[in-house]
C-alpha cells in the first residue's frame, strides 16, 4: 500500500512563530495520526484522528497545537507558538484499509528545527 | 514503566549473518508491529503481528511473540548491507484507539 506524502521535507523557523505541516493521504482513509521523534529518541504518539474528529491525544499534545483536515484531502498539524523544544521529526501516518489491517504506514517525515 | 524496549540498543555484525532483536511490553494488546528506520529518514513497516499469533515470516523476516512474557523477536536471516538501520518495535495497546507506543530500538550495523 502507498504511504503518504508529507511537505515541506524541511522547515526552520524562529521561536514564537506558527508553523503548519502538511500530510496529503489517499482521500479515502479516514484514521490518520501525528508522531513525532526528537532527535536520537522514540517515535512518540501525538493525536489520532477518525472522520474528522480528534478521537485521542497524548499529554505532548497541549492547547498549542491543532490538527485539522481543511480540504478533506490534506490533513495539518499546526503549532501555534514553536518552542526550542518542539524541534523534532513529525511524521504522518495512516492506517491500512484491507482486511481489518491494522498496520500503520507513516510518511517521510519533516524535520522542524526551532531557532 | 516504559512500554517498548529493545535489546540490544546496538548490534554489529558480518553480511550473512543472521540478526535477532527483541522488544518487551507491559500492557496487553492488540498487535505488534515491527518496523525500519535508516537514518534521518521515515518508518517503514516490515511485519505485524496479532496477539493470538505466535510466529510469522515475511521474506528473510521472521518475527515471534510470545504474549504470556511481553515479548516479540524480530530475526532478519543472512544479513545484508542494505539492512543497516533502526528497528523498532511497536504496539497497539488494547484501548481501542490504534495509537502505537513505539520502543526505543535497535540500530543494527551489517558490515559487508
Known amino acids: 500500500e502507498p504511504e503518504v506524502t508529507q511537505t515541506p521535507s524541511h522547515q526552520v523557523t524562529q521561536m514564537g512563530q506558527e508553523v503548519i505541516l502538511r500530510c496529503v493521504p489517499i482521500?479515502?482513509?479516514?484514521?490518520f495520526y501525528w508522531y513525532r521523534q526528537i532527535l536520537g529518541q522514540k517515535v512518540e504518539f501525538l493525536v489520532s484522528?477518525?472522520?474528522?474528529?480528534?478521537?485521542?491525544k497524548s499529554e505532548i499534545f497541549d492547547d498549542q497545537f491543532s490538527v485539522e483536515r481543511p480540504d478533506g484531502s490534506n490533513f495539518t498539524l499546526k503549532i501555534r507558538s514553536t518552542k526550542l523544544e518542539d524541534s523534532a521529526m513529525y511524521f504522518c501516518?495512516?492506517?491500512?484499509?484491507?482486511?481489518?489491517?491494522?498496520?500503520?504506514?507513516f510518511g517521510p517525515g519533516t524535520r522542524l528545527t526551532v531557532t | 514503566s516504559q512500554q517498548g524496549e529493545e535489546d540490544p540498543q546496538a548490534l554489529s555484525i558480518q553480511e550473512g549473518e543472521n540478526a535477532t532483536m527483541n522488544c518487551s511490553y507491559k500492557t496487553s494488546i492488540n498487535n505488534l508491529q515491527w518496523y525500519r528506520q535508516n537514518s534521518g529518514r521515515g518508518l517503514v513497516h516490515l511485519i505485524l503481528?496479532?496477539?493470538?499469533?505466535r510466529e510469522k515470516h515475511s521474506g528473510r523476516l521472521r518475527v515471534t511473540l510470545d504474549t504470556s512474557k511481553k515479548s516479540s523477536s524480530l530475526l532478519i536471516t543472512a544479513s545484508r548491507a542494505a539492512d543497516t538501520a533502526s528497528y523498532f518495535c511497536?504496539?497497539?495497546?488494547?484501548?481501542?484507539?490504534?495509537?502505537?507506543?513505539f520502543g526505543t530500538g535497535t540500530r543494527l550495523l551489517v558490515s559487508p
Open positions: 484522528f477518525y472522520n474528522n474528529e480528534i478521537s485521542e
Open positions: 482521500s479515502n482513509h479516514l484514521y
Open positions: 511497536a504496539t497497539d495497546p488494547n484501548t481501542g484507539f490504534q495509537k502505537l507506543v
Open positions: 503481528i496479532r496477539s493470538n499469533e
Open positions: 501516518a495512516r492506517q491500512g484499509t484491507s482486511g481489518g489491517n491494522y498496520e500503520q504506514y
